[in-house]
């Protein structure tokens, strides 16, 4: 299992200091969140509004973005070209670059995806369960949204999408941090999705992109305070750096053994036969 989720509460209570473990500004004093700095009051008031956001404001910018993806192909296509270009001039395998490829049908299948997710009936504000106690008082267990979710992720622009739609949806501001050989083109889709929210009435930060930098994927697993669920997916190197991380509380792992114990009778382990690449997922 290479994903490994962290969470703690919605409204968590930061370091004494204040800052996350990022490196030391030139005073020698510690650099607030390292490389998420400028990020981080934004995506936290991005999460505020969202988290007030009605369903059908949400449902409209994710179909804002599925149209604005498809009126701007060309802005895609020419900075994923940039990439690809860099891919193969420095060796990656033939795998690597079919995850990285962004052509006019792979938008299409991203915007359709988006429209996917819109159709979905809102998660916020279901309730789970609910008694009522012996002095008549109802108590209800309610979905709510997380508040700022990150996502480290490899060489896939396609999940730069997916995830934004998946965390918007849910009344969450994004924080993505892809890799280094997708950069130009995680730069652009963001970028339209930004310009779309905004013009849809929900903030640009509600999806902002970290810089692809080891570094930076550290400072987001320390951003306790800032993120509330963060998700490394990605290779060993990765989730050896996850595990090394003093964890925030509670802390959600799921692997091979949990499953067993957790006594499920099915595992559906899902790929895609013909693009080999693709990363198998669990359901």
């Known amino acids: 299992m290479d994903e490994l989720a962290t969470r703690h509460a919605a409204e968590p209570v930061p370091p004494e200091d204040g800052r996350a473990d990022g490196p030391a500004t030139a005073d020698g004093a510690p650099e607030p969140w390292g490389a998420l700095g400028p990020l981080a009051e934004p995506a936290r008031r991005a999460a505020r509004a969202l988290a007030a956001a009605t369903s059908a404001v949400k449902d409209a910018a994710l179909r804002g973005w599925a149209d604005a993806l498809e009126a701007r192909v060309p802005e895609i296509v020419e900075a994923n070209t940039v990439d690809m270009d860099r891919a193969r001039a420095g060796g990656v395998s ?3 670059l ?9 938008t299409g299948q991203m915007a359709d995806g988006l429209r996917q997710v819109a159709a979905l009936k809102d998660p916020v504000g279901i309730v789970l369960d609910g008694w009522t106690l012996p002095n008549g008082l ?26 934004a739609g998946l965390g918007v949806k ?25 310009d779309a929210s905004e013009a849809a009435g929900l903030p640009a930060a509600a999806v902002q992109s970290v810089p692809p930098t080891r570094e930076s994927a550290r400072d987001m697993m320390r951003a306790r305070g800032l993120i509330d669920l963060l998700i490394p997916r990605g ?16 802390l959600y792992r799921l692997s091979a053994d949990e499953l067993v114990r957790m006594k499920l009778n099915t595992v559906d382990v899902l790929f895609d036969r013909d693009r ?4 198998p997922a669990v359901s």
């Open 235 to 250: 290779g060993a190197d990765l989730i050896e750096t996850a595990l090394r991380i003093p964890p925030w509380e509670p």
């Open 170 to 194: 849910a009344g969450n501001a994004v924080l993505l941090r892809g890799s280094r050989v997708a950069e130009r083109s995680n730069a652009v889709l963001v970028r339209i999705l930004q």
């Open 138 to 163: 109802r108590v209800e267990k309610v979905r709510v949204p997380l508040g700022v979710v990150g996502v480290i992720y490899e060489g896939r622009p396609n999940v730069t999408v997916d995830a």
């Open 94 to 96: 033939a795998a690597i």
């Open 276 to 279: 080999p690449g693709t990363a």
């Open 98 to 106: 079919d995850r990285l490829l962004i052509d006019e049908p792979r």
